[in-house]
Structure formats: C-alpha cells, structure tokens
C-alpha cells in the first residue's frame, strides 16, 4: 500500500467504500459463470452505482495492463473481462478489428517507431534512436554483401 502525504489517507482506501465490499455482499456475484445472466447484470449494476467507480476502473486498468483475454476474469469495475480487455490501451484490440489481442511494441523499439509514424503519433526520443540502429545495421548489411 502507498501513501500520499501525511495530511492525506491511504491511496487504496477508496476499497473500503465499494459497494462490493458491503456486509452481505456475495463475493461469487462477481464470479458468475457465462450462462448466468441476470447475476452478471446485477453485479454490473451494483458496479455502476459504486461511489468509487472510477478509482476501481483505474485501479482494474493497472492491474490488468497489457494482460490477454484470456487472463482477466470475473465483473470489475462494472465491465466484462472481455470489455475491460478491449480498453486496455496496451494491447492491439482498439486497433486491430479483428481484436488481435497482442501487446504493443514498446517505446524504444523499431515497432514503436513503425506505429508512430502509422498513426502519425509524435515519435520519441527512444524510437527515433531505434530506428536508426535499425537503419544502420540494415546499410551495413548491404555494404558487406557488395
């Protein structure tokens, strides 16, 4: 657990208010498997009405961050694995329409750099480098085989 400054609260008190947390509250609710529907349903909206919604679906997105599909499970954050899969801005299911589900190449690497240019991203520092590594392993390369 961290902390902000003494004059705040813990930065993971927010769990303490969610509505999942509630005296009562099936745990399993969030659990449900496919076919069960209406459960589903009902943990998503007792998500949606959570007083610290928004900390949760950032706290899901960290946790989750560039994790496949196949990994996430259960209702958080009032979203679907699969939903929660497709907002993951770390993976290639925002932009590929199959889903694809691959994670990103990272910045500082000749992939960053070709998916910069592609989306006509400003292109770092990092990438920039990498490319013209890439670019002059590839002059040397032909300079030898001539």
Partial sequence: MTYAPETLEPSDTWRTRAACTRIGMDPELWFVDGG???DRERAIAICRDCPVLTQCRDAVAREESGSGKESRYGIRAGLTPKERWEEDKTTRSRAMPSGGGRRLAPCGTRGAYER????????????????????????GKRRAAA
Avoid at 125 to 136: I, Y
């Fill in 36 to 38: 069960a529907r209406a």
């Fill in 116 to 139: 910069h240019i592609r989306r006509h991203e400003p292109v770092d520092d990092a990438c920039r480098e990498a490319n013209t590594a890439h670019n002059q392993k590839l002059t």
